[in-house]
Nanobody, 123 residues
């Protein structure tokens, strides 16, 4: 069955950096788009960035210029490099497997989520 496991969260000061990882198993990883979402307390889960199998990427406006999503299909892993972190980036970050209908400009999530990793940006 599909499994997604995130790691890399933690506490960081404003202006700092973190790199999140998500490793997938139970499916042909390279053929699927993947995404990072986040959910702050009391807020809806929102997409941060997504990447298709061939490597095209798409970002939420607040993530452009600060976050970078990438993938290593040899390791069945996607990454989210987050720089210049702000307190408002504090959230639980989740990875998601995209449906086959996803493209470079449109991401359709499946019901497969990781367990989430907490990112806290605070001084």
């Amino acid at each position: 069955q599909v499994q997604l496991v995130e790691s890399g969260g933690g506490l960081v000061q404003p202006g700092g950096s973190l790199r999140l990882s998500c490793t997938g198993s139970g499916y042909m990883f390279s053929k699927y788009a993947m995404a990072w979402y986040r959910q702050a307390p009391g807020e809806r889960r929102e997409v941060v960035a997504f990447i298709v199998g061939a490597g095209s990427t798409n970002y939420a406006e607040y993530a452009k210029g600060r976050f970078t999503i990438s993938r290593d299909n040899t390791k069945n892993t996607i990454y989210l490099q987050m720089n210049s972190l702000k307190p408002e980036d504090t959230a639980v970050y989740y990875c998601n497997q995209g449906s086959p209908s996803s493209s470079g400009s449109r991401y359709d999530p499946t019901d497969y989520w990781g367990q989430g990793t907490q990112v806290t940006v605070s001084s």
